[in-house]
């Protein structure tokens, strides 16, 4: 019998965000960055918080250096961060609702940033996808994002 490898889910700290957060729309803009407010749930996941936007409530869309690495899998992308999150600490194996309701893409790298796996899975269903690669010893990390916008959401390591 296999026994799941436990995992940890690792937000980004606010702090990355405190000098946007009071910016006004114009200085937002010279950053690349947008204020927007949400207009459905879900549909403005916050990276910190790791919960959806409620309707009405301030995001940020920002760009964001997700796989900050010396490797060709460096990688940026468009997130939300909501004005007032604050950064998300889930307990080990657990997921947070933001993640089950969607499809995802799962992306496994080696100790040298080196990306060595790949799923695209049911948020539903995400434990055990996370269980079959960290269980891949090669596997230093993973991250998840969304797989239609593709989107980063988080990094998952070993607990």
């Known amino acids: 019998m296999n026994i799941p490898i436990p ?3 690792i937000a980004l700290p606010i702090e990355r ?18 204020r927007l407010v949400a207009d459905e749930k879900p549909g403005y996941p916050c990276r910190v918080s790791l919960v959806d936007a409620e309707p009405g409530e301030d995001v940020l869309l920002v760009p964001f250096t997700h796989h900050d690495v010396v490797s060709p ?14 950064t998300a ?13 969607r499809l995802l893409s799962i992306r496994a790298y080696d100790a040298a940033s080196m990306m060595v796996g790949a799923d695209v ?4 269903d995400l434990e055990e996808h996370i269980w079959r690669l960290l269980g891949d010893k090669r596997v230093e990390y993973l991250h998840v994002h969304n797989a239609r916008p593709g989107c980063y959401n988080c990094r998952v390591e070993r607990a």
């Open 7 to 9: 995992f940890q889910l």
């Open 121 to 124: 899975v049911n948020g539903s």
């Open 89 to 101: 600490k889930p307990e080990v194996n657990e997921i947070p609702t933001m993640l089950r309701c």
């Open 17 to 34: 965000f405190g000098s946007l957060l009071t910016l006004s729309d114009r200085e937002l803009r010279v950053h690349g960055a947008r």
């Open 73 to 86: 899998y460096r990688a940026s992308g468009p997130i939300f961060v909501r004005i007032n999150a604050q």
